[in-house]
């Protein structure tokens, strides 16, 4: 089967989660022994026509830091899946939708869209675009159940669920000592972590907010902020405010093949985001054996149990999100039991499996619809 998965950027400039699913989507896909081809916006430096891991990589001309990204990726993107001639084509929003619905109209070709955590955002024309892109796709997808019922204010079809998978190899080659020798961290410091982009979803003020409390109880605690973005500048400037310059450390932005580290030498996993789909962070914590202590959001609660791999807090709690990494910290067994039970929930994902629902989907959307 030939394939064309449309997304708006791609590693290793673009490192957020649709972006590394997209990556680890098609790599996978082509496992399974399909031609896909990925089509997405032009990284200057970087060369427009490359092979990944198996897969085709299509970088077309676009204004990415325009609002009118989407249009002026638009025919570009279009051009190059004529080009390709794909049996089906795979939208990562419902933005990119736009691009796979002028597929449809013009070439015939069935699309599916992959509705991720944009729909809980606000965008231009988000409520006109959503009804379009889904009413006319073949089949939609949502990474969560939560997603998929909040996907019924534009669409009242059926929608599979499909979550983002991880690479359980990947997180199960460095012990903590391991990991701590490679990052310089000492046995004695107990490490809170973060692995996100630096913008208003993922709420990490309230993380450094919360550090305050943490370090008066213990002083030995070190928070880890890996990842950069817009609100970079203010964070590192609310960090000095509060006095945790010793207690918090911002890392440049680290490679996918470097994160497992992090995770090793973690204590752990705190995620305080607003919303959320269905992160890949969430999982690779989950695969390292990490406690986790997130938010009660859309694209957490289904994945962290509550008192059983990790702790759901309210959003926008320093307090609690302060006392749920303390009592993580401060019960060694506790923490021992969430790691064990992280480790075995993730072993549920797998992009493998990911990579082969899609498969059955696109299948069933290229069949005439009374077989299907």
Known sequence: MKIAIVVAAFPPRSLAGTELATYNTAKHLAKLGHEVHVVTA?????????????????????????NLFTLTFLIPAFLKIRQINPDVVHAQSASMGLIALLVKKLLRKP?????????????????????????????????TEDMKRSMAEFYTGDVCVIPNGVELERFSVLSKKEARDRLKIADKDKIVLFVGRLRPQKNVACLIEAMKTVTERDPKVKLLIVGEGPEGDGLRKMTSRLGLDEHVDFVATVP?????????????????????????????????????????????????????????????SPQQVAEKAIFVLENHGISEEMAKSNRTKAAEFSWHAVASKLEQVYTTCMLPKDAA
């Open 42 to 66: 032009l990284d200057q430096g970087l060369a427009s026509e490359t092979i990944e891991e198996g897969f085709y990589l299509h970088r077309g001309w676009a204004l990415r830091r325009s």
């Open 111 to 143: 699309y599916v869209i992959y509705s991720r955590a944009e729909l809980y955002d606000s965008w231009l024309f988000r409520a006109p675009v959503a009804k379009q892109v889904l009413r006319n796709a073949d089949r939609v997808i949502a990474l």
């Open 256 to 316: 996918p093949e470097g994160i497992p580290a992090y995770m090793a030498a973690a204590d752990v996993f705190v995620l305080p985001s607003l919303f959320e789909g269905f992160p890949n962070v969430i999982l690779e914590a989950m695969a390292a054996g990490l406690p986790i202590v997130a938010t009660r959001v859309s694209g957490l609660w289904e994945t962290v149990v509550d008192g059983m791999n990790g702790f759901l807090v309210d959003s926008g």
